[in-house]
C-alpha cells in the first residue's frame, strides 16, 4: 500500500482565482445583491466581479470577525474550511465559493448536506501563484458550491 509521507510537502493557500472561473458562472450569480469577496488574496478576484457588472465589497479584513454585503462569492483558503465552514452557517447568507470537490466528503462540510447545489466546470481551474506565468499555475478537481443561491437544478454542468 502506498502512503504519502513526504515532510518537504507544504500547505499553499496563496493561489488566485483566474479571471475566466468567473466568467464561466457569471450567469449563476445574482445581479441585485452585492456580493462580498471575503477572502482578498491579491483583490483580482473582487477587480474581475467588478468587470463582469457586479456590485462588490472586498477589503483585506479578517472573515471570522465580519459579515457585509448579501452574497457571499469567493475562492477561499481551501486549507481553512474546518472554520469557514461553520461560520459560513453561522451567518446564513447565500454564497457561491469555488473549493476542491472532494469537500464535499468532508464532516464540517455535511452542515450543509441537504441545501447544496453545484456547479462542476467543465475542466479543471489553473489557479495562478505570483503572476499568470505557465510554470505558476496549478489546478484541482474543484466545484462550485452554492447555497440559497435557487439554482434550477442541483447540479449543473457548464458547457
Known amino acids: 500500500m ?27 450569480i445574482p445581479k441585485d445583491r452585492v456580493i ?19 456590485d462588490v465589497i472586498q477589503e483585506k479584513e479578517d472573515f471570522f470577525n465580519n459579515n457585509k454585503g448579501d452574497i457571499i462569492v469567493s475562492n477561499p483558503p481551501f486549507s ?10 453561522e451567518l446564513d447568507k447565500p454564497f457561491i465559493l469555488i473549493l ?10 455535511k452542515i450543509f448536506k441537504n441545501d447544496i447545489q453545484i456547479i462542476i466546470p467543465q475542466k479543471r481551474i489553473q489557479f495562478i501563484k505570483d503572476g499568470d506565468k505557465l510554470e505558476n ?13 435557487g439554482l434550477e437544478r442541483d447540479i449543473i454542468w457548464l458547457d
Open 2 to 28: 502506498a502512503t504519502f509521507n513526504n515532510t518537504d510537502f507544504l500547505k499553499y493557500d496563496d493561489y488566485m482565482t483566474p479571471r475566466y472561473a468567473w466568467e464561466n458562472i457569471k450567469d449563476y
Open 36 to 54: 462580498w469577496e471575503a477572502f482578498y488574496g491579491d483583490g483580482k478576484s473582487g477587480e474581475y466581479l467588478r468587470d463582469l457588472g457586479f
Open 80 to 89: 481553512d474550511c474546518k472554520k469557514i465552514m461553520p461560520r459560513l452557517k
Open 100 to 109: 476542491p470537490s472532494s469537500k464535499i466528503n468532508t464532516q464540517y462540510f
Open 137 to 149: 499555475k496549478c489546478n484541482f478537481d474543484c466545484f462550485y458550491y452554492c447555497y440559497k443561491i
